[in-house]
C-alpha cells in the first residue's frame, strides 16, 4: 500500500518569489510519482511526472521536481510564481508492479497563494 | 489529445432522487475509467475503477449499491448515484487512461461534477 503527505496545507508567497511545495510518500512497492494542479471547480491536470531516469524532472508552467529516493520525496518547485499559479497542488504516487492497477493514491493537497 | 468530459458540470436535485453521471473519452478509447470523490478542501478518494465489459472494482467502504459504476464501452463510463441524500453532495471526478496506455502513464481527468443535494 501507498500513502502521501503533503506537509504544508497553505503556502502563500508573493509574486515573483521562488516556491517550493513538499511531497514525501511511503510505499511497500516501487513507485510512479506526479504532480497536478486543480484550479476552482476544474478536474486536475498533470504538472509533471517522475517514472525513471533523471531525479529531476521539468513540467509545464515552468515547475520541476526532484526525486529524492532516499528522503522517499518528491518536491515541486518553481523559481518565479505568478498570480496564475493560485491553485491546489496534489503529489500523488502509482505503485509499480503486478497487483497494481495504475490508481493514483493522493496526498492532501496544498493550496498555493500567490500575493501581490 | 486525451480529452475526458464530464457531464453534467453541476447538479442540484431533492433528496432521494437518482443522479447519473456521464465520463467520456472524446479523442481516445479507454480501457480503465477512475471515479473519485472530493469534499471541500480535501484531498481526491478514489471511489472505484472501472474496467470496459466488466464489473467495478471498489474502495472499501465505497456502498457498491449506493454508487453504480457502468463502463459499457470504451469511451463511456457512468456513475449513478441512488437515492441520493445530502451527505452525498460533493464534487466527483473522472479520470480515464487509454488503450495504449501502460499503468505509469496518467490518467486524463474531466473537469468534474459538483453535486448538491437538497
Known amino acids: 500500500a501507498q500513502s502521501v503527505t503533503q506537509l504544508d496545507s497553505q503556502v502563500p508567497v508573493f509574486e515573483e518569489a521562488p516556491v517550493e511545495l513538499r511531497c514525501n510518500y511511503s510505499s511497500s512497492v516501487s513507485v510512479y510519482l506526479f504532480w497536478y494542479v486543480q484550479y476552482p471547480n476544474q478536474g486536475l491536470q498533470l504538472l509533471l511526472k517522475?517514472?525513471?531516469?533523471?531525479?529531476l524532472v521539468k513540467g509545464i508552467n515552468g515547475f520541476e521536481a526532484e526525486f529524492n529516493k532516499s528522503q522517499t520525496s518528491f518536491h515541486l518547485r518553481k523559481p518565479s510564481v505568478h498570480i496564475s499559479d493560485t491553485a491546489e497542488y496534489f503529489c500523488?504516487?502509482?505503485?509499480?508492479?503486478?497487483?497494481?492497477?495504475?490508481?493514483?493514491?493522493f496526498g492532501q493537497g496544498t493550496t498555493l497563494q500567490v500575493k501581490p | 489529445g486525451a480529452v475526458v468530459s464530464q457531464h453534467p458540470s453541476r447538479v442540484i436535485c431533492k433528496s432521494g432522487t437518482s443522479v447519473k453521471i456521464e465520463c467520456r473519452s472524446l479523442d481516445f478509447q479507454a480501457t480503465t475509467m477512475f471515479w473519485y470523490r472530493q469534499f471541500p478542501k480535501k484531498s481526491l478518494m478514489l471511489m472505484a475503477t472501472s474496467n470496459e465489459g466488466s464489473k467495478a472494482t471498489y474502495e472499501q467502504g465505497v456502498e457498491k449499491d449506493k454508487f453504480l459504476i457502468n463502463h459499457a464501452s470504451l469511451t463511456l463510463s457512468t456513475l449513478t448515484v441512488t437515492s441520493a441524500h445530502p451527505e452525498d453532495s460533493s464534487f466527483y471526478i473522472c479520470?480515464?487512461?487509454?488503450?495504449?496506455?501502460?499503468?505509469?502513464?496518467?490518467?486524463?481527468f474531466g473537469d468534474g461534477t459538483r453535486l448538491s443535494i437538497l
Open positions: 517522475y517514472l525513471s531516469g533523471s531525479t
Open positions: 500523488a504516487v502509482s505503485g509499480i508492479g503486478s497487483g497494481n492497477t495504475g490508481k493514483l493514491i
Open positions: 479520470s480515464a487512461r487509454g488503450v495504449r496506455d501502460r499503468s505509469n502513464q496518467p490518467q486524463h
